[in-house]
């Protein structure tokens, strides 16, 4: 929008004193009252009372009204910023001053002080002539600036044969503009992010490959994970992994958690055990299965010793009883899931005689060896629990005769079981029955 230079007037002749500053009550007081006066108009018209087409109407007119004062409101803020107004009373910074005179909160007031110091440059001059003409929302203004502003400015950022950054900004700045008559902020900054591949394809490539070595630097450096014992049978984390390495977590878990015969949208009541929890909790199911299943002679040693976890429990409880286990860790656990991760491969379990002499420390072949799993897995096609159609690859293989309890491991007594029947199978409130086709079945005790 092109802007006129308004000098005094002599209010006798009407004669304008070209360079003379403005007095407020002539110029910009008339011009905010006509203001007041337009809002007051609309304001006085009931939405309620109106048509569909006219509230349409309104709905438009006044996100565009909107829109122009937000920028009116940033170019005012800018020249705010340039001339300093808050050292007048000691302000650190313009978004300081005005947050104290307009009680915007601090980071509101800092966002729009930043945008409108930006848009003051020629560079972005554009932007906010298109914002404070209406077409343009305060959102899209700040992500094209952003992502103009991204682009690499010093020459030696830039191929030898390219122009100058100035005049590829300028077209990066043209091409968002164009695009923000489709999208909307949120799409304009992603699309931002790869503007340099429409306007210069030599400098994106150069400076993508630049940013990406940064970003995996900088992700290398913040890897942590933490782990805290809640006291209550849980415990909580936290951790930072690089977007490539958290990306193929997920899809190794939404493997095990989605299985095939859970397909989107079928409700049908005939899929059995459909997993109907949500989808963070399938995941969190699907996580402690991921680590129960890996195997443990593929762990390194810590201090001489594997990492295998190992179970301490009584005689009474490995054969059925009820008192609780102990974890090598310090952790105790039900008798139920320690004969459970008893045939799981991470876990070791050290049986403790009347006196607490240890028993036995595990047996050399209580784990199936990879050609009985394949065995195994071609006998069986997946869990063997009815209704369960589970591939082999999402099962454990278990002892019919519990191998807490003496069974052997070889392909007779072993069978596949999915993470959740596996669990039923070791659950004292369950009866299971063996069927002569090879599958089992539970009932819940009442």
């Not at 230079?5 to 003379?20: I, T």
């Not at 992994?241 to 997920?250: K, S």
């Not at 069974?407 to 299971?432: E, K, M, P």
Request: aromatic residues 2%.
């Amino acid at each position: 929008m092109k802007r006129r230079a308004v000098s005094a007037m002599n209010d006798l002749d009407e004669w304008r004193a070209p360079g003379l500053p403005v007095p407020p009550s002539t110029v910009l007081a008339a011009a905010l009252a006509r203001l007041d006066e337009a809002y007051d108009a609309v304001l006085a018209i009931a939405p309620s009372v109106l048509s569909d087409e006219d509230l349409v109407r309104l709905v438009d007119a006044m996100t565009r009204v909107a829109d122009r004062s937000a920028g009116a409101l940033t170019a005012a803020i800018g020249e705010a910023d340039r001339r300093r107004l808050g050292d007048a009373i000691g302000a650190r910074h313009t978004g300081q001053w005005w947050s104290q005179r307009s009680l915007l909160t601090r980071p509101e007031a800092n966002r729009l002080t930043h945008l409108g110091r930006r848009l003051s440059d020629p560079l972005h001059a554009p932007v906010r002539a298109a914002l404070e003409g209406g077409v343009l929302h305060v959102e899209q203004a700040r992500s094209i600036v952003t992502a103009v502003d991204a682009i690499p400015c010093s020459p030696h950022d830039l191929p030898s044969h390219v122009e100058e950054p100035a005049a590829v900004k300028g077209r990066a700045v043209e091409h968002l503009l164009v695009l923000a008559k489709d999208h909307d902020a949120r799409q304009l900054a992603i699309l931002g992010r790869r503007i340099l591949d429409l306007v210069a394809p030599e400098v994106g490539e150069a400076a993508e490959a630049r940013a990406l070595a940064d970003e995996e630097a900088v992700a290398a450096r913040k890897l942590s994970l933490t782990l805290h014992d809640c006291g209550d049978g849980t415990a909580t984390g936290r951790f930072t992994l690089p977007v490539a390495t958290a990306q193929a977590l997920r899809k190794q878990l939404m493997a095990i958690a989605a299985p095939r015969h859970q397909r989107l949208g079928d409700a049908s009541a005939d899929v059995p055990d459909r997993d109907e929890r949500p989808l963070p909790v399938r995941l969190g199911s699907a996580f402690v299965d991921w680590i129960e299943r890996y195997p443990a002679d593929r762990l390194p040693s810590s201090g001489g010793t594997s990492a295998t976890v190992v179970v301490t429990m009584s005689l009474d409880s490995l054969t059925g009883g009820l008192a609780a286990a102990s974890l090598d860790t310090g952790a105790r656990i039900s008798a139920a899931e320690a004969r459970r991760l008893a045939c799981e491969a991470g876990i070791v379990p050290a049986v403790l005689g009347g006196t607490s002499e240890v028993l036995d420390l595990g047996r050399t072949r209580r784990f199936h060896s990879k050609a009985q799993r394949l065995v195994i897995a071609h006998r069986d096609g997946g869990c063997t629990a009815q209704g369960c159609d589970l591939p082999p690859a999402a099962c454990h293989v278990h002892h019919d005769q519990h191998w807490s309890r003496g069974g052997s491991t070889d392909t007779a007594t072993g069978r596949l079981l999915c993470h959740r029947h596996h669990r039923v199978i070791h659950d004292q409130r369950y009866d299971t029955t063996h069927h002569p086709d090879g599958s089992v079945s539970f009932h819940r005790r009442t």
